[in-house]
């Protein structure tokens, strides 16, 4: 890995381990929820704990949507999915979530899929897939270990000056905004929705 800043609009992905695979998603998560954890044991007949072990886990939403084509969504799911697969021998594989100067390496351990919007004849457009990812040999102190990222002066947020966005903040034309410039016609339909 290089030190130097992560591309411009970076997208966020998904490799394979050993394969090489990438799984790219349609748009970019809202948040990462990250948990460490330290399992604690004693320490023989003293009353003092140390950490034996310690364990992350990563969450996030993704939101896949084909509305601009029409196609069932589920071809695109189901690379994510093929995340979560056991390998012949039973083991999962191992998966890395890229995003920008973000990175995290480990299992998929949940998935699920939520189809929210159709098509008049019952073809899913849209899914929402919540995810989380396992890593059982937490390393601490891993941000900028590999990489150094700032963010930029200004930043490109579909409405303009960053200011305006602020100022728009409870304005329901600034998600039409950001919808429109994803070419969708909303961020979110409704599930009785359809087009």
Known sequence: MSDAAPNEN????????????????DFNPVSLELTVQNEMQADGDKKVQHVSKSSAKLSLELV?????TGEDVRHKTHRIEALFK???DKTPPVVIFEWGAFRFEGLVDSYKQTLD???K???????????????LDYKFDQAGSERTAKADDTLDLPGGDPSN??????????????ATANGLESLRATASASL
């Open 64 to 68: 896949f949507d084909s509305t601009d």
């Open 117 to 119: 919007f159709f098509s």
């Open 10 to 25: 970076a997208k966020a992905r998904f490799t394979i381990v050993g394969t090489n695979t990438e799984v790219p998603v």
């Open 86 to 88: 056991p390998n012949t």
């Open 165 to 178: 966005m602020a100022a728009a903040g409870g304005d329901p034309d600034a998600a039409r905004g950001i």
């Open 121 to 135: 004849n019952g073809v899913p457009l849209r899914a929402v897939v919540p995810l989380s990812l396992s890593q």
